[in-house]
């Protein structure tokens, strides 16, 4: 598989980078690789689900990082494809112990990829609102027992979080905005 890796990996970048050959190689191999990623879970009604994500592969493909594995992308995709579908379905899919570890064996690295993405955000607000926010919002701890630990009153701690979490939002909506303008 690391080899098939390094292929799609480069072949995604040569694609994002204007080369249709190399995206067409690219959608033609991830076709079989996503028709056998399907087929273990849902069995013979995988083709719709195969379309699905490569359409949304070709829809996101402008988030894709290059420092992060691209089969892992790849298959962060499918699996939110393949819940919608269950979903849609009104069923529950039950799998074997053996088969367990493939449906979660990606989680480590789109854990890395929203923690990679939360600090970027972070990053971008002054240290004492980040570490506020940080405190509060990511680590649990309540406005009252940070108010107390930073000197600040419970009111002012409470307009400062909410007031760069707001402005995160707007950052984030921004940023968002000129990705789907720019793909």
């Known amino acids: 598989m690391i080899a098939a890796e390094a292929q799609y990996r480069d072949w995604m970048l040569a694609a994002l980078g204007g080369d249709r050959a190399a995206y067409s190689r690219l959608l033609a191999q991830l076709s079989g690789h996503l028709r056998a990623y399907f087929a273990r879970r849902v069995g013979t009604d995988a083709e719709d689900l195969v379309q699905e ?43 074997t112990l053996d088969e367990a570890p493939d449906l979660f064996a990606h989680d480590a690295a ?25 405190a509060i919002k990511l680590d649990g701890r309540s406005i009252a027992e940070e108010a107390k630990a930073a000197g600040l009153s419970e009111t002012l701690v409470k307009v400062t979080v909410h007031r760069a979490v707001k402005a995160l939002g707007q950052e984030l909506g921004q940023e968002m905005g000129g990705r789907r303008e720019n793909g």
């Open 53 to 95: 994500t490569l359409i949304a592969i070709h829809t996101k493909r402008a988030t894709y990082d290059p420092a992060l594995p691209f089969t892992a992308w790849v298959h962060g995709i499918a699996r939110y494809k393949l819940i919608d579908q269950w979903r849609r379905d009104k069923r529950r899919k039950t799998v």
């Open 110 to 134: 789109e854990a890395a990829a929203a923690k990679r993405d939360v600090e970027k955000l972070l990053a971008k607000l002054p240290p004492r609102k980040r570490e506020l926010v940080r």
